[in-house]
């Protein structure tokens, strides 16, 4: 069976999209009789940077020769991106035999999508013989099916409002249920440095060893540089590239705890600067500009108003294309970014769990807002009214940088990216 047939089998095996129950993923994992997917495993959670934090950690760990498996999600384009050894996508085979395995001893007990994907990266994983797995928690920690596995490291790289229908309606909520990753004696590496005296208490009571920003380690942000200083070393004037320093941070962090290698500043700054991830802060044109960027709460969009500072010059106009979820604080996106955008084409989703364009304008409140039926139609009129001095920035969802990146994709194959289709 091709592996296309596979996934659309894999979506409509599970009568829910999302369910947080670890039983019936355990009952799967322990038929597959795995019991170690590496040598080292790194769970990382958290509310916005986990698959850049992934990816930095990644370009560090095969800088010095390990061999490393990433499992990380949503994906933009295709399937195969949630799977990376070496920092490879595999070949359909690889997919195609796991999700077989998995599907034949499961017999009657139903996944869900992101489960079946869960074990299907752990069994590839196990057949790879890795030094390192490292895996992005879905959503939350506690009950994610990532969580089924002993990590050695877990990585929480930030805490804030997000998901609320499933980890609760409040911060303290939200980390309770990221905390479950953490494990007795085990290294638990923590991004946010604004942790609450009740957070500390949650954390203290799973006996991890901590190793926590602005406590063990800090980092302090320059004009030009910025510095990473730990307990026992420091790296100084390391360049700002597309990946935040606090997610670089938190990776730095991690592998203060590895003992295959010492990371090295020199190297370090080449790998910042050669980092990037698919669909955070994604430029991928220059005239105009053309910037995805995945920012789809409030803690996201404030990092993104930071980057556009950073690396757009203060009177470039920007138009952003906009679509977001019907989960999600329309306001909360919007406010970071509403005096840096000066023209809106909001659009609604190819799903039916997105808002309404018209919605998602009514809160906008602005004279140059536009609403589109589709993410095409957004596309062609941005294009239209840009000039090359101007940058088109996609956000709101995951969901409008795939289908808009898909359709840059299809125009580039045809050589007419900016013309109208």
Request: hydrophobic share 40%.
């Amino acid at each position: 069976m091709l592996l296309s047939n596979l996934l659309k089998f894999l979506k409509n095996l599970h009568y829910k999209k999302i369910d947080l129950d670890l039983s019936r993923v355990k009952k799967v994992f322990l038929k597959t009789k795995i019991t170690k997917i590496a040598k080292k495993i790194v769970l990382v959670s958290g509310t916005n940077g986990k698959g850049t934090t992934c990816k930095i950690l990644e370009d560090i760990l095969l800088f010095y020769n390990q061999k490393v498996g990433v499992y990380s999600s949503p994906h933009i384009l295709n399937y195969k991106e949630r799977i990376r050894i070496n920092g490879k996508i595999l070949s359909d085979k690889f997919h195609i035999d796991s999700i077989n395995f998995i599907n034949k001893i499961r017999k009657k007990i139903s996944l869900s999508y992101f489960e079946f994907s869960t074990l299907s990266a752990f069994y590839i994983f196990k057949k790879c013989k890795l030094d390192y797995a490292i895996l992005e928690v879905g959503m939350g920690g506690r009950l994610d099916a990532t969580n089924i596995i002993e990590p050695d490291v877990s990585i929480i790289t930030n805490i804030d409002i997000d998901h609320t229908n499933w980890l609760g309606k409040n911060r303290y909520c939200i980390a309770k249920e990221k905390f479950e990753i953490f494990r007795k004696k085990k290294p638990s590496i923590i991004g946010t440095g604004n942790l609450t005296n009740k957070e500390i208490d949650l954390i203290k009571k799973k006996k991890s060893i901590l190793y926590r920003k602005n406590f063990e380690w800090h980092i302090e942000k320059k004009n030009t540089h910025w510095n990473w200083i730990g307990e026992k070393i420091v790296f100084s004037h390391l360049p700002y590239g597309r990946i935040p320093p606090e997610n670089i941070g938190v990776a730095i962090a991690a592998t203060q705890f590895f003992e295959d290698f010492k990371v090295e500043k020199k190297n370090l700054k080449n790998l910042i600067l050669k980092s990037r991830l698919i669909g955070r802060f994604h430029i991928i044109y220059s005239s105009p500009t053309v910037i995805l960027d995945g920012a789809h709460n409030p803690h996201a969009a404030k990092k993104l108003s930071k980057f556009l500072n950073i690396f757009l010059k203060k009177n470039k106009t920007i138009r952003a294309i906009l679509g977001i979820l019907s989960d999600k604080d329309i306001q909360g996106i919007v406010e970071p970014l509403r005096e840096r955008i000066k023209y809106w084409y909001c659009t609604n989703l190819n799903t039916s769990r997105g808002y309404n364009a018209e919605e998602i304008s009514s809160k906008i409140k602005k004279k140059t807002v536009f609403v589109f039926k589709n993410s095409k139609k957004a596309w062609n009129k941005a294009i239209f009214d840009s000039c090359i001095d101007d940058c088109i920035l996609v956000f709101g969802s995951f969901y409008t940088v795939s289908e808009i990146l898909k359709k840059i994709v299809l125009l580039k194959s045809k050589n007419k990216i900016f013309h109208n289709f």
